[in-house]
């Protein structure tokens, strides 16, 4: 048992997506307006949910965390 142990930081997880295979949306839901940042397959359209969008700080965040560009981003219900 260590009194004076370093605590260690967060390792951030990027996880890297073909952009031939996959493009970034935003889900938001019509009833709640609930934003959520995924990536969809082109080939099944299904969703993989990477982080919920709060604000526009978020999206910021989004774009530089996987190198999409805002105006990339479309917006599906």
């Known amino acids: ?45 299904r969703l993989h949910e990477l982080m919920l969008i709060r604000g526009e700080e978020d999206i910021a965040a989004f774009c530089r965390r996987y190198g999409v560009k805002e105006m990339e981003l479309k917006t599906v219900y």
């Open 1 to 45: 048992m260590k009194l004076f142990e370093r605590k260690q930081e967060p390792r951030q997880e990027t996880t890297y997506f073909d952009p031939a295979e996959y493009e970034p949306v935003i889900r938001a839901s019509i009833c709640t307006g609930e934003r959520v940042a995924c990536m969809r397959e082109r080939a099944t359209g």
